[in-house]
């Protein structure tokens, strides 16, 4: 397994083709995932480890990915924590009880994720034996700003308002709630590699609405102190989008490979990432709406940016979306492969 080309991208070592994965590589784009979706709703697919193991594994099979990620959702651990989580109808994520001052910080419990969320993990060992070692297989979780931030604002948001009013006007509920939520994500990250993820991502999804300094005063701690909590164990991806000015700060905060998206060019961003660490992306999920000869002048100006530097790997910018056309994205991964090849 050690001989993965995955694993070897994520350690900087040299592969005979570029690796590719995608965000949300299970999901509505795939006929396979809707008729599922069809029967179940979203928390339930998640809370059934053979379901979730069975979505894990479709786009193994149809796309020919170079890695499997476990199918959860970043704000599973929320709900043992005491959130009220929905996934309402074309909504996306509602929290009934969101987050606002220093007593509900109090009252959050910092869970133990085998009690908890145990599915994950068991639906991580069923898929480690399924794959029975012909791809690694990555879990993840969320980071502790865009996790705040969803328990704050009760939902996705524009501005981030109650959330940045709650970091500028009471900084220690505010820490206070960033150790909580970073201590359940570093138990959690540790049981799922002790379930058998090879490699973890964090998803700082939402980071980069943040000035560099104030980043670097009420976030950087906090992710690095969740690294130090993972100690090198196995790979770890730092994630996230709109984080072009964040770069340096992210690569300070810590991780093996940084993923970037689409809006800075992927040569430019690992120059001031620097070469020690491994780097992700960027493709613009946008772009497989297009015609497959678009797609591949597109592949072919993110390798040729990298310029076969090892330690790439090839992914989207970010999560891909529910209408993409799924045979470009079969596509997609037989052009990386083809057009990377040594
Ligand atoms: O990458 C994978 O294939 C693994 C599965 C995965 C999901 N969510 C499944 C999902 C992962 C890695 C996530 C992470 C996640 N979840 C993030 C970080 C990544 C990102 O996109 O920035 C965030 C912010 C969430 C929270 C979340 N979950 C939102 C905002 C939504 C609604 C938006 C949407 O796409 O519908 C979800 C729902 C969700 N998570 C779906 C899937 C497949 C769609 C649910 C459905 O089938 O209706």
Same mark, same amino acid.
């Given at each position: ?14 592969? +005979?083709?570029?690796? &590719? ?10 006929? +396979? ?6 029967? *179940? ?63 509900? &910080? ?23 034996? +399924? ?9 993840? !979780? ?7 931030? *969803?328990?704050? $604002? ?36 540790? @049981? ?22 104030? *980043? ?17 164990? &196995? ?15 992210? @690569? ?37 709406? @297009?015609?497959?000869? &678009?797609? $591949?002048?597109?592949?072919? @100006?993110?390798?040729? !940016? ?37």
């Amino acid at each position: 397994m050690g001989e993965s080309v995955f694993l070897k991208a994520c350690r900087g070592e040299e592969v +005979e083709y570029t690796p &590719v994965w995608l965000m949300r590589q299970a999901g509505r784009y795939m006929e +396979e995932y809707r008729s599922i979706r069809r029967r *179940y709703d979203f928390l339930t697919m998640c809370k059934s480890p053979e379901i979730a193991a069975e979505v894990t594994l479709q786009p193994v099979e149809k796309l020919g990915v170079d890695a499997a990620i476990i199918f959860a959702d970043i704000l599973l651990p929320l709900e043992g924590m005491g959130i009220d989580l929905e996934f309402a109808k074309n909504e996306g994520p509602v929290i009934h009880n969101p987050v606002r001052t220093r007593a509900d &910080v109090e009252r959050l419990r910092v869970i133990d994720p085998e009690e908890e969320v145990p599915f994950v993990m068991e639906a991580l060992r069923m898929v480690r034996k +399924e794959l029975e070692g012909r791809i690694p297989l990555i879990g993840f !979780s969320g980071a502790p700003f865009t996790l705040a931030s *969803y328990m704050v $604002e009760g939902g996705h948001s524009r501005n981030f308002v109650l959330t940045k009013s709650l970091m500028y006007n009471e900084p220690s509920t505010w820490h206070l709630l960033m150790e909580k939520i970073s201590e359940v994500v570093v138990r959690y990250l540790n @049981a799922q590699i002790d379930a058998g993820a090879e490699a973890v991502q964090l998803f700082d999804s939402w980071v980069g609405c943040l000035s560099p300094s104030d *980043y670097r005063e009420y976030v950087l701690p906090h992710v690095k102190g969740i690294m130090e909590g993972i100690g090198g164990k &196995v790979p770890v991806i730092h994630f996230a989008t709109n984080s072009s000015t964040l770069l340096e700060l992210m @690569a300070e905060a810590g991780g093996d490979v940084i993923g970037v998206d689409w809006r800075i060019d992927i040569g430019e961003a690992w120059k001031r990432i620097g070469y020690e660490k491994a780097i992700q992306g960027n493709l613009d999920p946008v772009v497989l709406f @297009a015609r497959q000869e &678009v797609i $591949e002048r597109a592949v072919k @100006a993110i390798l040729d !940016s990298v310029g076969n530097r090892p330690g790439h790997i090839f992914n989207l910018g970010h999560g891909i979306l529910p209408k993409t056309p799924v045979e470009n994205v079969v596509a997609l991964v037989d052009m990386v492969h083809r057009l990377s090849r040594r």
